[in-house]
């Protein structure tokens, strides 16, 4: 066991700990779940950068759980892909737990809604260091089933409809994904992913592979909202408080969906033609659906409900290409998207806390009575719509030029009509919203408080300056080694130690 | 393949119904033949259950790995369902009725 893999389980305990000390102390002690859920969200960050640190110079990390080795124990695995997300999911969640502090105020019991609010927490990373696929099933129900809780938080009729609905279809996705597991145990007899890629590139690829696959494609599929399967998400996003729609928009939906699915997809059952090609269409086809609803919306959160079904399509596109340019587009536009998106969703958070109005057309003006949530809103906007010199456009250009590159002109050009579609989009919302006119019911408004604005302004520097991220020197740090641990394929297992073919 | 059946059992309840409760118990009944299965996976011909002792004889056992994750699964499953039971029951204390037919007002 290499040095610093011992940190690897915190990520897990940490949060889990604090949901249980939450549940415990949340209604005696006035403040504390607020402080706690900042307090270890904010650890869990630096702890996240330092991991992302310690693989790039050391190299994959292996924690075998209770001492024993794989692939017979449990194991968690910390690659470059593995602390790319768990840096992109804690820094999200960390500005949301500074941002949840004022903005429950309008709710009952928040001592349950941080105790939820970590366990989701606990299942994303969970989900994201599991090295085998039970334990990642099991994470997965977790930060499911309290994401279902916290969409329902409000307990209106709307939300109790969008949380039933969001519950069933994703424990439809959830069976399936049993039942992918199920057929792939029995086949390799094995659970371990690095284990089981090995053994499937021994005994060849059998039909049922490709059942399995199919099981997994439409179980993620329904995790991470893509278009045949998308139904739930426009309900769940825009019912749950802005907090946590921020949360299942931002990271949820990506570490659920789109992390597990190329997880196992390059990981473990091997890229196909026939899977990549499904991928990319499927990609495409949420791109342009997503932004075609979202253009008809009048209310704000639905709209950035549907527009992250559009941007997670430019994210699989990118991932489904195969090729490295296009990992590295993918993985570059899901980072950007879990910032911008977040950023949004707490600034539609903030108008609705000073106005108790979403609909985009009784706002107007709103940029002068709320100075910083207009600006922020202006740059997260500009940033999703692809102006230059935010990060959103240089991901989306890498995504372009790669689907160039490997000869999908069709899809390089439907990637960048979406482009403008966003821009036409988020152009309305700006103008709606926050410039122009001021309603003569807004008179009284007021910016929202002061945590709330310094989560938001966070979040818009880095925004700004995502866009560093892809220059040379700093890339090669990062995201390159992200990338990396997806298009070694099925040499996944060579690069974990103690763990090489056996 | 009664397992298959079961399954299909549950996704047809689960689509077809309109009323909540039978959703809930379709996706019961479905989860429950993933679990069988799971079992059924993990059985062998001739097994005996998987206990060791020191003096027992070598003989073919039931692989015993899919039998400890198909109890995680059905506590997952229990919280699920007791999740949706929850949901359920405050759906109808909104709506009055269980009919997912008039509850929709969520719409686009």
Redesign the interface.
Known sequence: MKEGAALVPWFVVIPLAGAFVNALLGRRVQGMPALAAVVITFALMGLSLWAARSVYMDGALLYPVGGWQPPVGIAMVLDGMTSFMLVTVNTVAFAIAVYSRDYMERYTSKGLFFTLFLLMLTGMNGVIVAGDL?NL??FL?IAA?SS??LV?FG????E??????Y??MG??G??FI??GI?LL??YT?T?NLADMGLVLAEQGKHDLIAMVSVLFLVGFGLKAALVPFHSWL??AH??APAPISAMLSGVLIKSLGIYALFRIFYNVLGMTPMVSSVLMFLGTLSMVIGAL?AL??RDLK?LLAYSSVSQIGYVVLGIGLGTPLGILGGLFHLFNHSMFKTLLFLNSGAVEYATGNRDLKRMGGLARKMPVTGTTNFVAAVSIAGIPPFGGFWSKLLIIMAAVQAGYLGYALWAALVSVLTLAMFARVMKNAFFGELNERWREVREVPGLMQASMIGLALVCIFSGILIMPGIKEAFLNQASASFHGGPRYAEMLPGQGPR | MLCLVLFCVGIYGILKNRNIIKIIVGITIAEFAINLFFILVAYRRDGRSPLFSPDETISPMVDPLPQALVLTSIVIGLATTALLVALAMRLHGKYGTYDIARIKELRG
């Open positions: 039970f099933y099991v129900e089933v279902y809780a329902a307990t209106e009729r709307h109790l409809e969008a949380a039933f609905k519950a069933v424990t439809v959830s069976l049993l039942l199920v145990y029995g007899s659970l426009p309900d825009s019912s609803l008809g919306q639905r």
